[in-house]
Structure formats: structure tokens, C-alpha cells
């Protein structure tokens, strides 16, 4: 009798298990030594709601109690509490970083933010702001926020263009605050683990740039995972309608929004770019049309599945196709994709487990609690 529960693929037999039930909106996992599991939930729930919450899973329960010392998101739309990671000598410092997003006095504005904090028993002690964009917008979306560092503890934030209307026409569009390196819309930033800006930044001594940006003309990425091997800076972001993108970000370089780029307008699908090509703008390894909606994104280099190892897999948050994919590239090269679990979950988050497995962070956009699973080899 043919198991439900198995899915097929290209290199693997896999089985859909559910690791824990009964979160609100998860939007980032991640892994501490001792076992646990942190877990964002972007709007909150019990004393958090609202403001976003940060939960803890232990041995397979996910515990009731919010963490306690989190700061208050900016919630609605896309806004709330984002991602989460530990630092990389977690063990010794206790430290983990939380992006969110933050709002100005009067809640009028808002903007991305990321905070660090020392995590001691159960709560967020010490907690200090090291980054705060200069992205300010009323709307409440595309704020980007992925977190990721490098072996040499450099620290990676992504901001989104905060959904800035992209304008009619090339010349507008080359005003748009995504093309503008006095801003910080639809940039890779690039820190110290205090905050501080690195000397060989590519724009530290350009005058009207700020100094924090890695690259630019970004639109909203929400997956960023450092190769292991190369340390390269890998990102996918949202187009428009259509036209997401997997990018290799590198150091000054500027990758187009909104000036090229392969989606169109919502709603009429009208052309919303001049082009696809410029010689000052870097195109995309690899893009998805029609749109997955991307979310986050993991380098699998485990040992649980052996013939994904050097695989992407990135986050389908898109509700008509709901699907996991696989892309193998070469440096900046596209080698092969794949699709996986269409039409099966929306998903907003993936994470490589220290045991191999593959974390997926469930969603549904109605408000209903949702799942985090996980992929298991069958043999």
C-alpha cells in the first residue's frame, strides 16, 4: 500500500514529518546548540500579540510562554517581528540578533531594525539596537530583514525597497530610492557584530553613499544564506509579478530594481521594465516567472540526503503554487531546478537541522496556526 506521507523527487525519496504544531504566522527558525529551537512568529501571540513574538521548542513541545526582553514590532501588512540567529560563538556569548520592524514615535513610519541580546534563561536580557535603516515609509511592507553571517563574523541584513512605487519609464525609475545610496531601500548591508561599519565596505569613502551597503537595487529579499565553502552572499528577492530572483551579492555591485528585471505590473501584466539587459547592472543567476513569492533560503550541505548536498532550496510563499524549490548553480552560473511539494504548503521559512534534516516554517495567510515539518529520507 502506497504510503501518503512519501514524496518523490529527482535524487530522493522523502517523508513529510511534523516536528511542531500551533504557531501564528512562524516567520524564521533557528537552531541552538543545547537542542533548541528559536522561532519567530510575526504578529505575536499571548502576551506578544500584536507586537510579535519569539518562542521557544523544546524535546518536540513548543513551550507556552513567549520569550520575555524581545523589542515591539511595527505589525500589519508585512511588518513584525523577523528574523532570528545566534551568533556565531553563541556558546560563549550567549548572543542572538533579531531583526524587526520598528516604528518611529508616532507610528506614522516605519523601518527596518535589528537588535542583539544576551539569552539566558529563557528571556532577552541586555538588548541593545545595532541597525537602523534609513528606509522609512508609512506602508508596512517589503522590509527585507534576513539575517546571516560570515565565517569571519561579519554580519549580513537585507532591507527591501519598503514597496516604493517603481515609477513609469527608465528615468524615473533610475530615482527610485532602490538606485539611491543615500538610503538603505533595497540594499545588502554588511556590519560588524557590534554594529560598527567594516573599513573595506565598497562605498565607505564614496561621498553621499552610506557606508553600511554591501550592493544595491535590490527589491525585497527575503532569503539570504554564505556559501560555506566560497562565502559567497546569496540572496533571492520578490519581483513584481513574476521575475524572482536568486543573486549572488557582490560588493558594490548594483543588480537593476526597478530599471531591468523580468516581472510585469500587477493586475494588467502590462511591461513594467524598458529592459532586461543593461551593462551597468547585474541580472539575476536564476529567475522564477510566474512568481514563487521567495522566502527564506538554505544551502544543504548535510549528510541526510547526499544527493542534494551543494543544492539551494528556497521558500515558495506563493498561495497558487505553494512549492519548495531545488537550484544547483556553479558560483554565478545556473546549473539545474527543480520543483517540489507543489501546491502542498505555503512556506515562509527553510532551515538546514543540525541533524540534516530539512526545516520547513508552514504559513497561512488567513491567520489559521500552522506546522513546522521537516524532510526525512526514505529509503
Request: hydrophobic fraction near 30%.
Amino acid at each position: 500500500m502506497e504510503d501518503p506521507s512519501v514524496r518523490s523527487s529527482v535524487e530522493h525519496n522523502f517523508r513529510i514529518v511534523e516536528v511542531v504544531d500551533g504557531l501564528l504566522h512562524p516567520w524564521s527558525m533557528a537552531f541552538l546548540p543545547n537542542g533548541d529551537m528559536l522561532v519567530t512568529e510575526l504578529t505575536g501571540t499571548g502576551s506578544r500579540e500584536g507586537v510579535g513574538s519569539l518562542r521557544i521548542v523544546r524535546n518536540g513541545e513548543l513551550l507556552p510562554d513567549p520569550v520575555a526582553g524581545v523589542p515591539e514590532a511595527r505589525t500589519g501588512g508585512q511588518g513584525g517581528l523577523l528574523d532570528v540567529v545566534p551568533h556565531p560563538d553563541f556558546e560563549s556569548n550567549r548572543l542572538i540578533y533579531i531583526s524587526y520592524s520598528k516604528a518611529n514615535p508616532d507610528d506614522s513610519e516605519g523601518t527596518t531594525a535589528v537588535v542583539r541580546g544576551r539569552f539566558e534563561n529563557d528571556e532577552l536580557l541586555d538588548v541593545e539596537e545595532i541597525f537602523e535603516a534609513e528606509a522609512w515609509e508609512s506602508g508596512r511592507g517589503h522590509h527585507g530583514s534576513r539575517l546571516a553571517f560570515d565565517d569571519q563574523g561579519y554580519l549580513f541584513i537585507t532591507i527591501g525597497d519598503r514597496q516604493v512605487n517603481p515609477g513609469g519609464g527608465e528615468e524615473a525609475q533610475r530615482e527610485h530610492p532602490a538606485q539611491d545610496l543615500s538610503l538603505h531601500h533595497g540594499t545588502i548591508v554588511r556590519l560588524h557584530d557590534d554594529g560598527s561599519v567594516p573599513d573595506d565596505n565598497p562605498f565607505v569613502n564614496q561621498e553621499g553613499a552610506l557606508p553600511s551597503i554591501w550592493s544595491y537595487g535590490h527589491r525585497n529579499p527575503q532569503g539570504l544564506v554564505i556559501h560555506p565553502e566560497t562565502q559567497g552572499v546569496y540572496a533571492v528577492e520578490h519581483g513584481p509579478q513574476g521575475g524572482d530572483e536568486l543573486n549572488l551579492s557582490r560588493p558594490g555591485e548594483n543588480y537593476g530594481w526597478p530599471v531591468i528585471g523580468f516581472g510585469v505590473n500587477y493586475g494588467e501584466g502590462e511591461p513594467l521594465h524598458d529592459k532586461v539587459n543593461d551593462p551597468e547592472l547585474l541580472k539575476p543567476i536564476y529567475h522564477w516567472t510566474p512568481s514563487i513569492a521567495p522566502g527564506g533560503l538554505t544551502f544543504y550541505n548535510g549528510d541526510a540526503f547526499p544527493e542534494w548536498k551543494e543544492s539551494f532550496f528556497v521558500a515558495g510563499m506563493s498561495n497558487n503554487y505553494r512549492e519548495l524549490s531545488r537550484v544547483v548553480v556553479d558560483g554565478d552560473r545556473f546549473i539545474t531546478a527543480e520543483r517540489l511539494l507543489p501546491g502542498e504548503f505555503r512556506i515562509r521559512d527553510i532551515r538546514t537541522g543540525p541533524d540534516g534534516y530539512i526545516y520547513l516554517a508552514t504559513d497561512d495567510r488567513g491567520g489559521e496556526v500552522t506546522p513546522i515539518v521537516r524532510l526525512e529520507p526514505v529509503q
